[in-house]
């Protein structure tokens, strides 16, 4: 009975955390960042749970290799050694977002913004398709430590930064997957 009474006292000063950690990121404007990997073999997919962000559910099976702190990516890679980044965040954390920004002018600016930041670090920009009334730009960085391609995209709240970096991957095939990751997230 001793032991039951501990786990509910752990239990619920693990909710009080948890809730205190919540609250006061709401209180200071901030966002905590929870996230998790589940694999289906059944439907093929590897999930993303991302509190408060919702899901990214990734076609196929993918394992997580690196989280950078700062800019939020969480890469994975595939048994075939492809790695993509995904991040979600609101728009925002972003310091090129401005109240009121509709998706096509923020993801404009974030492709700006990025591409501009590559360019000064002389690397190799291009814009592969320009889809911005749909929500998305995809484009490519190409350079001595770098061969990505990238999806910039936006839906209401949120952002969305999604990049295959991979030789073994054409650019289309890269695209295809972007966009194929995009509109199912």
């Not at 509190?51 to 800019?71: D, H």
């Not at 990516?73 to 977002?97: A, G």
């Not at 501009?116 to 929500?135: M, R, T």
Request: no cysteine.
């Amino acid at each position: 009975m001793t032991k039951s009474i501990v786990s509910l006292y752990k239990l619920r000063r693990l909710i009080l955390i948890f809730v205190l950690t919540i609250y006061s990121s709401i209180l200071l404007g901030q966002t905590s960042n929870l996230t998790a990997d589940t694999y289906d073999e059944e439907k093929n997919t590897t999930t993303l749970v991302q509190i408060p962000y919702s899901n990214i559910v990734i076609p196929g099976k993918w394992t997580r290799t690196k989280y950078n702190t700062s800019s939020q990516q969480i890469l994975y890679e595939n048994q075939d050694s492809v790695t993509i980044s995904v991040v979600k965040l609101y728009k925002r954390k972003y310091s090129f977002y401005t109240t009121g920004q509709n998706d096509k002018d923020f993801v404009l600016a974030f492709y700006k913004w990025d591409s501009d930041y590559y360019k000064s670090n002389e690397v190799n920009v291009q814009q592969l398709a320009d889809s911005s009334g749909k929500g998305y730009i995809i484009w490519k960085a190409t350079g001595k430590h770098i061969n990505s391609v990238f999806l910039f995209g936006a839906k209401k709240k949120l952002a969305y930064n999604f990049a295959t970096m991979t030789n073994k991957w054409t650019d289309k095939q890269s695209e295809a997957f972007l966009i194929d990751l995009f509109n199912n997230n």
